[in-house]
């Protein structure tokens, strides 16, 4: 089974410049996969897990983005700059910066191999607003009473990229 564990966000990452705009909200997971996984391949397993499968699904209902695994491919191959409710606002060769259509969040991803095994990171953003009665910046109280599920629902994101990369590779290996 896979470990998550909260982690800093690196100095490199496109993510970066979030952690130091006041008031906001940045995070960033970890977990090691004991094989070498192309950036490429953690995108595309990453947006096509059954759990984001069903977040992909209510943003199609709700805000009408749907989105297609073929969508999600061309998007790990650099192939598209939106996915769903999302546009790309960077982009590296092992790293991603993803921009909602609200544009208060932002979702990042990374691939760093280490030796024989791969380091994922997924982290995420949200950009305050500023009360104009206050002049104060924050995230707000809809955001500040989500904290904890977005929490776990970070964590279990990555969980379920990183066991949907297990499998892939284990179809990888018996073909």
């Known amino acids: 089974m896979p470990t998550i564990q909260p982690a800093h966000i690196p100095p490199h990452a496109l993510l970066h410049k979030y952690a130091s705009l006041p008031a906001a909200y940045t995070d960033c997971y970890t977990t090691t996969l004991p094989v070498l996984i192309s950036f490429a391949d953690y995108l595309f397993a990453f947006y096509t ?3 984001f499968k069903l977040e992909r699904l209510i943003l199609g209902l709700s805000i009408r ?10 998007l790990a191959n650099g192939l ?3 996915f769903a409710a999302w546009t790309v606002e960077a982009r590296t060769e092992d790293q991603i910066l993803m921009c909602d259509i609200s544009g208060r969040t932002r979702s990042w991803l990374l691939a760093v ?13 949200v950009v305050p ?15 500040n009473a989500l904290l904890g599920f977005h929490k776990l629902y970070s964590i279990s994101l990555l969980w379920a990229a990183s066991l949907h990369l297990r499998r892939l590779q284990r179809g990888k290996a018996r073909a």
């Open 113 to 125: 191999p280490e030796g024989r095994d791969t380091r994922l990171y997924f982290g995420s953003a």
């Open 49 to 51: 897990t059954p759990l």
């Open 129 to 143: 607003v500023t009360d104009p009665r206050t002049s104060q910046a924050s995230l707000g109280p809809i955001f």
């Open 65 to 74: 983005k749907p989105s297609t695994d073929a969508e999600a491919r061309a």
């Open 80 to 82: 598209r700059a939106s």
